[in-house]
């Protein structure tokens, strides 16, 4: 049931303020999709795995060469690279201001990719990546983007520690104390001993040198 609700989600929208209109999906461009209404006949009541509903769900810009239209994407292993060329042409064809994507991990969490172009007050695409902290190991910041009336802003965010969770297998905390509790005093007790142990060496050492010393 999940699953049917989630294929009834938007797979693209149009957001506009007095700029102008964005174009927001969460991966990106394909070649099949020139316009808005290519977007009309993909059937996304279907598992992503070819066309232009995997591109617009997993495909991600060329920053390294931009000139390339289009290329595989070898990083995902499915989808494609699109350069700077589709970008303007869609922005062009479909009368917007931005691409506004998501889909890649920022360490601001966000990037505004202008492509070393013609200076321009605005970005032709925009990621925004709001999961901080990615998989608990790159250390990135999550970002939103807000728009204004005639302009937009980020606002980034750090990570938060998980909550601890028992374990399902323990009913309370006093049946996961217990056993944890156990296992630290026996690394304490072992420490000790081996200190003694450690100490009780350390002292015959010595005693050793005393004699050696008060014999010559």
Request: with cysteine; net charge negative.
């Amino acid at each position: 049931m999940f699953m049917i609700t989630f294929d009834y989600l938007p797979i693209a929208a149009v957001v506009t303020n007095d700029n102008g209109r964005y174009f927001c999906c969460h991966g990106g461009l394909a070649d099949t999709i020139r316009t808005t209404d290519d977007i009309e006949y993909i059937n996304r009541f279907q598992e992503p795995m070819s066309g232009g509903l995997l591109d617009i769900l997993w495909a991600d810009p060329n920053d390294k060469h931009p000139d390339i239209e289009y290329s595989t994407n070898n990083i995902r292993q499915c989808s494609s690279l699109f350069g700077y060329k589709p970008v303007v042409n869609f922005l062009r064809n479909n009368d917007f201001l931005c691409i506004i994507r998501a889909h890649e991990v920022k360490q601001e969490g966000y990037e505004e990719h202008r492509y070393n172009r013609e200076p321009t007050d605005h970005p032709v695409l925009i990621t925004v990546f709001s999961a901080p902290n990615y998989c608990d190991t790159v250390g990135n910041l999550g970002a939103i983007m807000q728009l204004n009336k005639n302009g937009y802003e980020f606002h980034q965010f750090s990570w938060q520690d998980h909550p601890y969770v028992l374990d399902l297998q323990f009913h309370n905390a006093f049946d996961f104390s217990i056993p944890m509790l156990a296992e630290y005093s026996a690394e304490i007790v072992t420490k000790f001993i081996e200190w003694l142990l450690d100490d009780k060496h350390d002292g015959d050492s010595n005693d050793a040198n005393t004699e050696e010393y008060i014999c010559k």
